[in-house]
């Protein structure tokens, strides 16, 4: 869920590092599809990735680790992964949490310190609940544009398992805003409503998403079963407790390797999904089966040889009350910025927080053709992988990246919705 991101003064060799001493100020924003696909020297490239197996909460391979313990891990093998860098090059991490204790910022610093990195890197966390993870990759990717830092990390690590006992939604609340306007109310709404918003109000019926949800588990088997995700994912060691349904132990702590994601539904079917119940409205339509599943991750991304860069990001706000429909409004407005189409994409991650929204979106964004041609999402999305808040955005790029390498793609938008209603996007290109 981090990858690291570099400013080259010359272009990039193998096996050598090289850095501006000087303050280097950002350029012309770059618009044009052949303008983005050239090389330049003040480049924001993107290092190869890595990440942690995602898993189920509460009852998966990793529901027993921390997600400092993730970073951790998976730091420390990025890092051993690559002798050749010097980690005191390494100038600040930036890590997207969203319901860690204090941010996740000093259990965060001492697990990068853990794993190698130098007291002289400096670490920080970002929260922009669904996108963090993206608006930490931004961030260090301004850091270095502006010539604050010359190497950084950006990504996210999450427990949901840990972490998730409010649902997200603040226990000690200033009472006025409970009682105030109806947007002001509806950045609390449970995330599963704004779905059945988003479902009623665009006319997306249960058949609809039932159907979008197998078919993500079907990518994401289908993924799984031809090696497509072994290039992402760092093993964990940890330790699992089995528990009973009452939450009592059962037999002894066990020592496990988890080296795949486990949430996936290799049998998922449309008579099945068709079975659940309502999991948030008593006659609405998103159910267990067509929403995101709750999930543990980390990621990060540092290799010898650059594998992309990042050229822009966008935000836009939103509605509380629908907030998934986020992707369908800062989509536009990050190619409009860029000077690009549609057409001009090759690979778009969009986030599947509910089949509701996903579906809304791609309608709204005219992708449904790219959806079937498997341009869209093509390796599964959080229906099938799971949606692990501050880790979502760096998940999304980890699987991005490679994913367009394998089709012989160039260019590749990540975008999701995010809580409270907001939309961000991410344009990236492979190199």
């Avoid at 050749?84 to 860690?100: K, M, R, T, W, Y």
């Avoid at 301004?142 to 409010?166: C, D, L, V």
């Avoid at 975008?415 to 939309?423: E, F, H, K, Q, R």
Wanted: glycine share 10%.
């Amino acid at each position: 869920m981090v990858f690291l991101l570099r400013c080259a003064t010359k272009p990039y060799k193998p096996g050598k590092w090289r850095f501006n001493s000087t303050v280097q100020m950002a350029g012309p924003l770059k618009k044009g599809l052949s303008n983005i696909l050239k090389k330049y020297p003040d480049d924001i490239v993107i290092l190869s990735s890595l990440r942690t197996p995602i898993t189920r909460s509460y009852k998966g391979g990793l529901k027993d680790a921390y997600p400092e313990e993730l970073l951790s891990t998976v730091l420390r093998a990025t890092l051993a992964a690559n002798p050749n860098l010097d980690p005191s090059l390494i100038e600040d991490v930036a890590v997207g949490v969203v319901l860690s204790e204090l941010g996740g910022s000093k259990a965060g610093r001492m697990a990068a310190n853990h794993a190698g990195l130098p007291t002289s890197t400096s670490f920080y966390t970002v929260n922009r609940a669904c996108s963090s993870s993206l608006s930490a990759i931004t961030a260090v990717s301004h850091q270095i544009q502006s010539g604050m830092i010359n190497i950084g990390i950006g990504g996210g690590t999450e427990s949901m398992t840990r972490n998730y006992a409010s649902k997200a939604i603040p226990i000690d609340l200033w009472p006025e805003l409970k009682d105030a306007e109806k947007d002001v109310k509806d950045c609390i709404m449970p995330m599963g409503l704004t779905s059945e918003n988003v479902a009623e109000r665009y006319n997306v019926s249960r058949e609809d998403q039932d159907a979008f949800a197998v078919a993500s588990h079907q990518r994401a088997t289908k993924a799984q079963a031809e090696g497509l995700f072994e290039k992402e994912i760092v093993p964990v060691e940890t330790r699992f407790q089995e528990v009973n349904k009452a939450g009592e132990k059962v037999g002894d702590l066990q020592q496990v390797t988890v080296s795949k994601d486990d949430g996936i539904r290799t049998n998922a079917s449309l008579e099945g999904m068709a079975k659940l119940k309502p999991a948030f409205k008593k006659d609405g339509t998103s159910t267990a089966g067509n929403s995101s599943q709750i999930s543990d991750a980390t990621e990060l991304g540092l290799t010898s040889s650059i594998i992309g860069k990042w050229v822009g990001s966008a935000v836009a706000g939103c509605a509380p009350d629908e907030m998934g429909i986020g992707p369908a409004i800062v989509i536009p407005k990050l190619l409009e910025k860029h000077g690009l189409k549609n057409e001009d994409i090759g690979l778009w991650e969009i986030n599947e927080a509910f089949a509701s929204q996903a579906i809304y979106c791609l309608r709204k964004l005219g992708l449904e053709s790219a959806m079937e041609e498997g341009r869209v999402n093509p390796k599964g999305g959080a229906i099938a992988l799971g949606h692990p808040l501050g880790a979502t955005g760096a998940r999304m790029l980890a699987g991005l990246l490679p994913e367009m390498e394998r089709q012989g793609l160039q260019t590749g938008v990540i975008s999701m919705c995010v809580g409270t209603g907001m939309g961000m996007a991410g344009l990236f290109v492979r190199e």
